[in-house]
């Protein structure tokens, strides 16, 4: 066997020194996941292409009733079970989770499909976000739109899933029609956290105009805590200040499950955040991006190198990524930005204005060395090759569905 034929062995049964695997749903109306292999220098290469058995929202977003990149509004919509024994996505335009068997070579199969109990209405549905707890079996399904926002299923052992009856909201008593982001487990499974992007879902106003009523900038309160039970059940909520305007996505230090980074997408920069044993919110003062090209910037999904001294945040409306130095408990800019601005088609439009390439989920390899950005409106997946100083170098791209991909997760 040649040298290059032993590596790719390697990579293929899941050898993280020499390579590994990179996952994608394509969120297309026949709803599909991507398995890209991943080279021990970075460079990815598509193994297969599989269907969910249920359905995307396409180039739909249900939320502002156009096509555009990052359709509904979400993060973390494919995951992998820490065992990696499971892969995990959801399916937006049914509201449905489909589940799949990981092979020692990668490979996935598909194992069952089962809605998460809200009906879609219209031309899409809106489940967006997924966190699984091991002790209990219990996977979290958030909805963009309530008023049932988390649903709950069990996954068993061979991978079959079960619809539970719970179902929570995150609205309040004045906001009953609030529209999320993401769905994270603290580290130790005792509370589920939810990021909002709106306290009240985008309507036209009567000139025609549309309106957009922003969470956590009129009152603190679009940060949401669930206390989980052990039977993974959730308790009544908590609304906390998210730092800034839209607390759009939630990441954990890998060693200091205490603290976690808050990316404020109207807020534009990164906070840094604490949860005590009763579920209290801490946060220190927000680090702000470069806004010059305009605001807000979106910033919205992170990426936390493994040593917890690096993030990289990705900025939805600029079409790049910003990296960040963590000292402690302090965030400081690294590399703003870090990578060359993404072109687009030209067709979409950010909040501020710029025309955009919409890039929404990223994910960085285990060991730290490369991350992979999603740019919808480029129809590109990109990999990087991280350097030291926090910035990136791009090393691979590969072409993916216009506007519609959503979730990365690999190993």
């Known amino acids: 066997m040649s040298n290059k034929q032993s590596v790719t062995t390697q990579a293929m049964h899941g050898d993280t020194r020499h ?26 290469t598509e193994v297969e292409r599989i269907l969910t058995g249920g359905l995307g929202s396409g180039a739909f977003s249900p939320i502002y ?12 919509s494919l995951i992998l079970t820490p065992d990696r024994r499971f892969l995990l996505t959801t399916n937006a335009g049914d509201n449905s989770v489909s589940s799949f068997g990981v092979g020692k070579d990668g490979r996935l199969t598909l194992l069952d499909v089962k809605p998460t109990g809200n009906a879609a ?17 219990t996977l ?9 926002h988390v649903r709950l299923m069990s996954l068993d052992g061979e991978g079959k899933l079960t619809a539970r009856p719970e179902r929570y909201s995150v609205n309040t008593q004045n906001k009953t029609d609030r529209v999320t982001t993401m769905a ?71 060693d200091r499950p205490d603290r976690f980074i808050i990316g404020t997408a109207v807020g534009d920069g990164l906070v840094m955040s604490t949860i005590d044993s009763d579920g209290r919110i801490g946060t220190g003062p927000l680090v702000p991006i470069d806004t010059s090209a305009g605001k807000p910037s979106e910033l919205c999904w992170l990426a936390i190198s493994p ?21 402690g408990t302090e965030l400081a800019i690294a590399r703003d930005p870090a990578c ?44 990087y090759a ?26």
């Open 19 to 44: 390579g590994g695997h990179l996952y994608m749903q394509t969120n297309e109306t026949r709803n599909a996941v991507i398995h890209y292999l991943r080279s021990p220098s970075g460079t990815i």
């Open 121 to 137: 209405t219209g031309r899409s549905g809106t489940a967006d976000s997924l966190a699984y707890a091991s002790s209990s079996g």
């Open 307 to 327: 040593d917890d001294r690096s993030v990289f945040a990705t900025n939805f409306g600029y079409s790049n990524i910003t990296s960040y130095r963590i000292d």
């Open 140 to 148: 979290f399904v958030l909805h963009a739109f309530g008023p049932d």
């Open 340 to 383: 060359p601005r993404v072109p687009g088609d030209g067709t979409f439009r950010a909040f501020n204005g710029t025309v955009s390439s919409g890039p929404s989920d990223s994910w960085m390899t285990p060991d730290g060395a490369y991350l992979y950005q999603i740019y919808g409106n480029a129809s590109k997946l990109l990999g």
């Open 65 to 76: 009733q156009v096509s555009r990149p990052n359709d509904f509004e979400g993060a973390g």
């Open 184 to 254: 994270v487990l603290s580290p130790d499974e005792r509370f589920l956290l939810v990021g909002t992007i709106f306290d009240e879902r985008p309507s036209v106003n009567p000139d025609g105009t549309r309106k957009y009523v922003l969470a956590n900038t009129q009152d603190p309160d679009g940060l949401v805590v669930l206390p989980v039970g052990g039977d993974g059940t959730l308790g009544a909520p908590t609304f906390h200040d998210g730092g800034g305007g839209v607390p759009f996505y939630m990441a954990f230090l890998h």
């Open 386 to 411: 991280i350097q030291p100083d926090g910035s990136l170098n791009e090393i691979t791209s590969v072409g993916i569905p216009y506007n519609s991909p959503q979730g990365l997760a690999g190993f």
